[in-house]
Nanobody
Framework: QVQLVESGGGLVQPGGSLRLSCAASGSIFSINAMGWYRQAPGKQRELVAVITSDGTNYAGSVKGRFTISRDNAKNTVYLQMNSLKPEDTAVYYC?????????WGQGTQVTVSS
């Protein structure tokens, strides 16, 4: 069994910063990718950022503002979000892709509002 526990969401003013964390536990072998997705009300879930052994990839809307990183020893992935905008408001989901399965966190709410 694999579990993902997210933390770090909350309410922040435009221009502010938040750092999301996602810790994976359980039977974890052969990680292909770790990433973050988000889903705003009335919209489809979209990729925010992903990190693999080959590097990182970002959605165009967050490039230059968000940074994804990973601590392999802790099986944890982070998303540093700077210069937040109201349109970044969404539920953010952690994703873990293993060679034998695809796993999701429960989601953490990020609200950007004055």
């Amino acid at each position: 069994q694999v579990q993902l526990v997210e933390s770090g969401g909350g309410l922040v003013q435009p221009g502010g910063s938040l750092r999301l964390s996602c810790a994976a536990s359980g039977s974890i072998f052969s990680i292909n990718a770790m990433g973050w997705y988000r889903q705003a009300p009335g919209k489809q879930r979209e990729l925010v950022a992903v990190i693999t052994s080959d590097g990182t990839n970002y959605a165009g809307s967050v490039k230059g503002r968000f940074t994804i990183s990973r601590d392999n020893a802790k099986n944890t992935v982070y998303l540093q979000m700077n210069s937040l905008k109201p349109e970044d408001t969404a539920v953010y989901y952690c994703n873990l892709v293993l060679t034998y399965g695809d796993y999701w966190g429960q989601g953490t709410q990020v609200t950007v509002s004055s």
